[in-house]
Protein backbone atom coordinates (compact mmCIF):
# COMPACT_ATOMS: atom_id res chain seq x y z
CA UNK A 1 0.00 0.00 0.00
CA UNK A 2 1.15 3.40 -1.06
CA UNK A 3 1.05 6.88 0.57
CA UNK A 4 1.33 9.72 -0.90
CA UNK A 5 2.58 12.93 0.89
CA UNK A 6 4.31 15.87 0.25
CA UNK A 7 7.61 17.22 2.45
CA UNK A 8 9.41 20.68 2.62
CA UNK A 9 12.77 19.90 2.12
CA UNK A 10 15.16 23.02 1.70
CA UNK A 11 12.19 25.20 1.28
CA UNK A 12 10.61 23.11 -1.48
CA UNK A 13 8.21 20.86 -1.73
CA UNK A 14 8.03 17.15 -2.34
CA UNK A 15 5.39 15.24 -3.78
CA UNK A 16 6.40 11.75 -3.10
CA UNK A 17 4.48 7.91 -2.91
CA UNK A 18 5.59 6.38 -0.48
CA UNK A 19 5.19 2.84 0.90
CA UNK A 20 5.19 4.03 4.16
CA UNK A 21 8.05 2.07 5.75
CA UNK A 22 11.12 4.46 3.95
CA UNK A 23 13.32 6.32 5.90
CA UNK A 24 13.83 10.11 5.46
CA UNK A 25 17.69 9.06 4.51
CA UNK A 26 16.81 6.82 1.88
CA UNK A 27 14.21 9.35 0.31
CA UNK A 28 16.31 11.94 0.21
CA UNK A 29 19.37 10.16 -1.12
CA UNK A 30 17.44 7.83 -3.39
CA UNK A 31 14.10 9.28 -4.25
CA UNK A 32 15.70 13.21 -4.69
CA UNK A 33 19.00 12.59 -5.32
CA UNK A 34 20.12 15.08 -1.95
CA UNK A 35 23.37 13.07 -1.45
CA UNK A 36 24.79 15.32 0.89
CA UNK A 37 23.37 13.24 3.82
CA UNK A 38 25.49 10.89 4.41
CA UNK A 39 24.85 7.52 4.81
CA UNK A 40 26.80 5.70 7.73
CA UNK A 41 26.09 2.93 10.37
CA UNK A 42 22.21 3.39 9.44
CA UNK A 43 21.47 2.46 13.87
CA UNK A 44 21.46 6.09 15.17
CA UNK A 45 25.49 5.81 16.21
CA UNK A 46 27.23 7.83 13.87
CA UNK A 47 25.15 10.98 13.04
CA UNK A 48 26.78 11.35 9.19
CA UNK A 49 22.88 11.66 8.65
CA UNK A 50 21.63 14.14 10.73
CA UNK A 51 19.64 16.96 8.60
CA UNK A 52 17.35 19.67 10.35
CA UNK A 53 13.53 19.19 11.20
CA UNK A 54 11.81 22.33 12.21
CA UNK A 55 15.13 23.37 13.28
CA UNK A 56 16.00 20.73 15.09
CA UNK A 57 19.48 18.21 14.49
CA UNK A 58 17.12 14.79 13.48
CA UNK A 59 18.86 11.62 12.84
CA UNK A 60 17.37 10.75 9.23
CA UNK A 61 18.15 6.96 9.33
CA UNK A 62 15.88 6.32 11.83
CA UNK A 63 13.16 8.94 11.02
CA UNK A 64 10.50 7.78 8.46
CA UNK A 65 9.54 10.11 5.85
CA UNK A 66 6.24 9.71 5.84
CA UNK A 67 5.85 10.89 9.58
CA UNK A 68 7.80 14.15 8.58
CA UNK A 69 4.79 15.77 6.04
CA UNK A 70 4.34 18.81 7.64
CA UNK A 71 7.42 19.09 8.87
CA UNK A 72 10.29 22.05 7.32
CA UNK A 73 13.07 19.77 6.87
CA UNK A 74 16.87 21.00 5.89
CA UNK A 75 19.38 19.52 4.82
CA UNK A 76 23.21 20.65 3.64
CA UNK A 77 22.13 21.63 0.43
CA UNK A 78 19.58 23.75 1.72
CA UNK A 79 22.35 26.47 3.45
CA UNK A 80 24.19 27.94 1.13
CA UNK A 81 22.27 30.81 -0.64
CA UNK A 82 22.63 30.75 -4.15
CA UNK A 83 27.05 30.87 -4.43
CA UNK A 84 27.05 32.59 -0.96
CA UNK A 85 28.14 29.68 1.69
CA UNK A 86 26.02 29.37 5.11
CA UNK A 87 28.82 30.88 7.71
CA UNK A 88 29.31 27.92 9.16
CA UNK A 89 30.10 26.06 5.99
CA UNK A 90 32.88 29.57 5.06
CA UNK A 91 33.98 28.40 8.65
CA UNK A 92 34.73 25.16 8.37
CA UNK A 93 36.89 26.18 4.99
CA UNK A 94 38.42 29.17 6.58
CA UNK A 95 39.39 26.79 9.91
CA UNK A 96 40.56 23.95 7.85
CA UNK A 97 37.82 22.13 9.97
CA UNK A 98 37.13 19.54 7.26
CA UNK A 99 39.38 16.46 5.98
CA UNK A 100 37.21 13.89 4.22
CA UNK A 101 34.84 15.97 4.67
CA UNK A 102 32.08 12.59 5.31
CA UNK A 103 31.34 13.25 8.38
CA UNK A 104 31.13 17.35 7.94
CA UNK A 105 27.74 17.80 6.69
CA UNK A 106 25.96 16.22 9.89
CA UNK A 107 28.05 18.25 12.13
CA UNK A 108 27.29 21.11 10.38
CA UNK A 109 23.76 20.14 10.55
CA UNK A 110 23.74 19.53 14.19
CA UNK A 111 26.09 23.19 14.77
CA UNK A 112 23.55 24.70 13.18
CA UNK A 113 20.31 23.72 15.12
CA UNK A 114 22.83 24.55 18.14
CA UNK A 115 23.71 28.12 17.05
CA UNK A 116 19.83 28.82 15.42
CA UNK A 117 18.87 28.51 19.49
CA UNK A 118 22.70 30.36 21.15
CA UNK A 119 24.63 31.86 18.55
CA UNK A 120 27.59 32.02 21.15
CA UNK A 121 27.58 28.41 23.03
CA UNK A 122 30.21 27.41 25.34
CA UNK A 123 32.71 24.79 24.49
CA UNK A 124 30.87 22.22 26.88
CA UNK A 125 27.37 23.42 24.80
CA UNK A 126 29.39 22.23 21.23
CA UNK A 127 30.59 19.32 22.78
CA UNK A 128 26.94 18.53 24.38
CA UNK A 129 24.91 19.10 20.70
CA UNK A 130 28.07 17.13 18.54
CA UNK A 131 27.79 14.13 20.93
CA UNK A 132 26.06 12.32 18.66
CA UNK A 133 28.33 12.98 15.66
CA UNK A 134 31.46 11.22 14.98
CA UNK A 135 34.53 12.25 12.58
CA UNK A 136 37.66 9.93 12.44
CA UNK A 137 40.11 12.39 10.67
CA UNK A 138 39.44 15.96 11.20
CA UNK A 139 40.83 17.44 14.45
CA UNK A 140 37.68 18.06 17.29
CA UNK A 141 39.27 21.67 17.95
CA UNK A 142 39.32 22.91 14.56
CA UNK A 143 35.20 21.83 14.46
CA UNK A 144 34.88 23.38 17.31
CA UNK A 145 36.61 26.55 16.28
CA UNK A 146 34.65 26.81 13.05
CA UNK A 147 31.43 26.52 15.24
CA UNK A 148 32.53 29.40 17.45
CA UNK A 149 33.39 31.68 15.24
CA UNK A 150 29.82 30.82 13.30
CA UNK A 151 28.67 31.31 15.78
CA UNK A 152 29.76 35.04 16.18
CA UNK A 153 29.14 36.01 12.37
CA UNK A 154 25.76 34.94 12.86
CA UNK A 155 25.02 37.20 15.96
CA UNK A 156 26.11 39.82 14.03
CA UNK A 157 29.54 39.77 16.32
CA UNK A 158 32.00 38.75 13.59
CA UNK A 159 32.77 39.90 10.12
CA UNK A 160 31.97 37.41 7.49
CA UNK A 161 34.92 36.03 5.34
CA UNK A 162 36.22 37.74 2.36
CA UNK A 163 36.84 35.44 0.64
CA UNK A 164 34.41 32.63 -0.83
CA UNK A 165 35.67 29.74 -2.80
CA UNK A 166 32.70 29.23 -3.95
CA UNK A 167 32.35 32.42 -5.36
CA UNK A 168 35.34 32.81 -7.03
CA UNK A 169 35.16 29.52 -8.64
CA UNK A 170 31.85 30.83 -10.29
CA UNK A 171 33.46 34.45 -11.66
CA UNK A 172 36.23 32.74 -12.79
CA UNK A 173 34.09 30.38 -14.75
CA UNK A 174 31.97 32.74 -16.41
Known sequence: MSKEVTLNINSRDYPLTLRGNETLLEVLRDNLGLTG????????E?????VAINGS????CISLAAACTGARITTIEGLADGDTLHP??????DKGAVQCGFCIPGIIMSAKA???????????E?????????C???????????IEEAGEIMAGQGQ????????????SAS
Do not use: W
Open 160 to 171: KPANNPRSAETK
Open 57 to 60: AVLS
Open 136 to 146: RCAGYLKIIEA
Open 114 to 124: LLDVNPRPTRA
Open 126 to 134: IDYALDGNL
Open 37 to 44: TKTGCEES
Open 46 to 50: CGLCT
Open 88 to 93: LQQAFL
